[in-house]
């Protein structure tokens, strides 16, 4: 896996011109190297592939990166990372920008001027994202079993959770069934967003009761082996009102048409488009506040990002979610995600769980 991964990334370093890179985002050494544990760093050059981490993880990144030259440090980046450069003679080193703590920044920056190390520290941005939106076979298989136990947990739960329960209780009640079904935790804190809570996409449940007829909204992702899915639906536990239908129904349109209508080449902002058209035509335009989706993978939010802004291209590979919605504010709101793969030129619906609104009595 890890040499692999290395071929890919050694390309894009001297494109960069640079004598080696800097890695120290979680889920990127991970990626490029195998190791899972919370501390490290990788240091990758054309003809050098070292993890420098401390005394607590030695053992742990031999077994897990067989691949890289294992490097025991101590202290922060500023105490170790100077004298290593000098023995490897790098000149130009990138380091991810969005990733090294400024105040960080500052103390290296010193110590190579006051130690007259001859290394010119250059930002880079996205270089190992940019490959990790790209899902090879075992990744895939990997996100896929995350989506399969989201769905086998959703199942479970459509039965567990009724009116007079709180969304707080309703959300501990999918967390637990993810981990008893054998996910490694939670991809993200699980939404359960009940009546007037629906309207705000990023509701966190609170300690209101779930009533009848009105729209709740569970937003939950499991992980498995590391990576993540994401997942969408809106019940109704009772009879819903003319509104909710209506809304639902727009939403549903939305995301069936942009599913089918996505290809292997769009731009993710016409991706956006396909969806964001039928809610504006249906006069919802102002309701719908985000984007069509993201990438999914280690992390539960990556490449790329499908919204009206976005200049990411849409490849095959992908794996990334279609979530459309509406919210009204003082009414509640309706979304309905799924993950889909990008294969052959067109999306793949990776999620099994019913689109249909449910009505559970």
């Not at 993890?51 to 990166?65: G, S």
């Not at 290809?263 to 058209?277: C, E, I, P, V």
């Not at 095959?316 to 279609?322: A, I, L, N």
């Amino acid at each position: 896996m890890g040499v692999k991964r290395l071929q890919k990334l050694r390309p894009l370093v001297v494109q960069q011109n640079l004598d080696a890179l800097l890695v120290s985002k979680i889920e990127n050494y991970r990626y490029l190297s195998g190791f899972t544990g919370s501390s490290g760093w990788l240091l990758i050059s054309h003809n050098q592939a070292a993890l420098a981490t401390d005394f607590r993880y030695i053992e742990q990144a031999k077994k897990e990166a067989p691949d890289f030259n294992i490097i025991q440090i101590k202290g922060d980046l500023s105490d170790w990372l100077p004298s290593l450069v000098s023995e490897f003679r790098w000149r130009k080193l990138g380091f991810e920008a969005n990733f090294v703590p400024y105040a960080v920044y500052q103390r290296l920056d010193k110590i190579i001027e006051t130690k007259k190390v001859n290394v010119q520290l250059i930002p880079t941005t996205n270089l190992v994202e940019n490959l990790r939106s790209i899902k090879g076979k075992d990744e895939l298989r990997l996100i896929t079993r995350a989506v399969e136990l989201t769905d086998t947990v959703f199942a479970q739960i459509k039965s567990n959770i009724k009116p007079g329960m709180t969304e707080k209780e309703a959300a501990w009640e999918a967390e637990k069934r993810l981990r008893e079904n054998g996910s490694d935790g939670i991809a993200f804190d699980i939404i359960v967003a009940s009546g007037p809570n629906s309207a705000l996409p990023h509701a966190k449940p609170t300690k209101r009761t779930i009533r009848p007829n009105e729209p709740v909204l569970i937003d939950m992702g499991a992980k498995f082996d590391g990576y993540c899915s994401d997942f969408s639906r809106t019940l109704c536990f009772g009879k819903p009102d003319e509104t909710l239908t209506r809304i639902y129904d727009i939403v549903l349109k939305a995301q069936l048409t942009a599913i089918e209508r996505i290809k292997t080449g769009m731009k993710a902002s016409k991706a956006d488009k396909l969806a964001r058209d039928v809610i504006q035509q249906a006069g919802y335009g102002n309701a719908f506040g985000h984007g069509l989706g993201h990438g999914i993978g280690l992390e539960v939010h990556e490449f790329p990002a499908l919204g009206p802004g976005s200049d990411d291209l849409l490849t095959d590979g992908m794996v990334f979610t279609v979530e459309p919605g509406i919210y009204i504010s003082r009414w509640g709101g309706v979304r309905i995600e799924d993950a889909v793969s990008l294969q052959q030129g067109k999306a793949t619906v990776l999620t099994r769980s019913e689109k249909a609104m449910e009505v559970i009595t």
